[in-house]
């Protein structure tokens, strides 16, 4: 099983002082207790197999993926966040209509024009959704796949009343 911990993003700290982060970690279901749980909000899910991860920013009608090769690295192979650009490959994947439909009418569902899904895909092509962020970053995957969120988000704006 892995954990994610709930929270507003990276802590704003006073000038001079490291950031922190708390990343994906593995956790064993018999360290756990309610008590424990209840005192730090976390996202627990099983651990998924991966061949890779997708991130799919959706703005608009328009799902764009990328595929962020995260099992390359030691390193990233739990938690992308960990960033090892000259391991892990970033590319543009077409999103199968099997899971960009679904990813849209979420979206829609929640009155969105923009989100940014995390999702898996396993050795045997199956994937899996683990988040969708209303204010996920975007312009890493400009800078290391190519693909051009700021112009969707251009025209998404432009059209809007």
Same mark, same amino acid.
């Given at each position: 099983?892995i954990? *994610?911990?709930?929270s507003?993003g990276?802590?704003?700290?006073?000038?001079? &002082?490291?950031?922190?982060?708390?990343?994906?970690q593995?956790?064993?279901?018999?360290?756990? #207790?309610e008590?424990?749980?209840?005192? @730090?909000p976390a996202i627990?899910?099983p651990?998924?197999? *991966?061949?890779f =991860?997708?991130r799919a920013?959706?703005v608009?009608?328009?799902?764009?993926?990328?595929?962020i #090769?995260s099992t @390359?690295?030691?390193?990233?192979?739990?938690d992308?966040r960990h960033y090892?650009?000259?391991?892990v490959?970033h590319?543009?994947?077409?999103v199968p209509?099997?899971?960009?439909?679904?990813?849209?009418?979420?979206?829609?569902? &929640?009155?969105?024009?923009?989100g940014?899904? #995390?999702?898996?895909v396993?050795p045997?092509?199956?994937?899996t959704?683990?988040?969708?962020n209303?204010n996920?970053?975007?312009?890493?995957?400009? =800078?290391?796949?190519?693909i051009?969120?700021? =112009? &969707? %988000? @251009?025209?998404e %704006?432009? #059209?809007?009343?």
């Open positions: 099983m954990t *994610k911990v709930v507003p990276t802590p704003i700290v006073a000038e001079g &002082h490291d950031q922190y982060m708390v990343f994906t593995r956790v064993d279901l018999d360290d756990l #207790d008590e424990a749980i209840r005192a @730090a627990y899910q651990e998924v197999d *991966k061949a =991860e997708v920013t959706i608009g009608d328009v799902v764009l993926g990328c595929q #090769d @390359a690295s030691e390193r990233t192979s739990l992308w090892d650009f000259d391991v490959a590319r543009a994947i077409d209509e099997t899971v960009s439909r679904p990813l849209l009418a979420l979206c829609r569902s &929640h009155g969105l024009r923009y940014a899904a #995390d999702l898996i396993s045997d092509g199956s994937w959704f683990l988040e969708l209303p996920g970053q975007w312009g890493w995957i400009e =800078e290391q796949a190519g051009p969120v700021d =112009e &969707h %988000l @251009a025209r %704006l432009a #059209d809007r009343p």
